[in-house]
């Protein structure tokens, strides 16, 4: 079974920053792409920024210069740093992961989320 766990979300006014991270847990051979999304209700889930094994990022337009998406690999740990923050970007964010664990003692290829963590703007 594999769990990803969030934090770091919470209520910042305009202009601030705030720090989510996700871990990954339960017997991982790899992870391929992480990634960070968010959602508002009763709309679409949308990408907010990926990375690769290998470090490679790709961010949507409306947060590029502004969030730094980051990997700790021995740690199986996404992380999403967010400054100036809009309170367009008031959303559920929510981590995902690719890769392969072990299931029933079988190497299994995953793609998990986790739960989400409200992030509020204020303005």
């Known amino acids: 079974q594999v769990q990803l766990v969030e934090s770091g979300g919470g209520l910042v006014q305009a202009g601030g920053s705030l720090r989510l991270s996700c871990a990954v847990s339960?017997?991982?051979?790899?992870?391929?792409?992480m990634g960070w999304y968010r959602q508002a209700p009763g709309k679409q889930r949308e990408l907010v920024a990926t990375?690769?094994?290998?470090?490679?990022?790709n961010y949507a337009d409306s947060v590029k210069g502004r969030f730094t998406i980051s990997r700790d690999n021995a740690k199986n740990t996404v992380y999403l740093q967010m400054n100036s923050l809009k309170p367009e970007d008031t959303f559920v964010y929510y981590c995902?992961?690719?890769?392969?664990?072990?299931?029933?003692?079988?190497?299994?290829?995953?793609?998990?989320w986790g739960q989400g963590t409200q992030v509020t703007v204020s303005s």
């Open positions: 995902n992961a690719d890769g392969r664990a072990l299931f029933s003692e079988r190497p299994l290829d995953f793609s998990s």
């Open positions: 339960g017997s991982i051979f790899m992870i391929n792409a």
């Open positions: 990375i690769t094994s290998g470090g490679t990022t």
